[in-house]
């Protein structure tokens, strides 16, 4: 189950070789922002990016067709894991991500 509240997200944690049993108590905490990408795929065509199927390449570079595709994107800013023996819960923050999300968000998300 994802949970959005404004631009903050909640969403579970995809391991490849985890069963969900394991990340039940876990979920990832995502930022969703613009992406500069929607739209543009016909300007980079033209820019010089060469179409290759699924993706664009330009000097040893490549970007995946899939990027030009949805109007904003999210990333991972932290992990939140339940521990339902204490009844608390442990928010690890990628990089300086984390604080700078507003509280009543992060309170909104965790209460969900």
Known sequence: MKVRINNIGGEPIRCIGKRFEENKYECSVVK????????????YIQDGWEDKGNCLYHNRCHLDKKYFLDKETHYVIAFLKYNPKSNSTQL???????PKIE??????????
């Not at 509280?103 to 969900?112: G, Q």
């Open 32 to 43: 969703y922002h613009p992406n500069a990408y929607y739209g543009l795929l016909e300007q």
């Open 92 to 98: 690890t923050s990628v990089n300086d991500s984390a």
């Open 103 to 112: 509280e009543a968000s992060l309170l909104e998300l965790v209460n969900r």
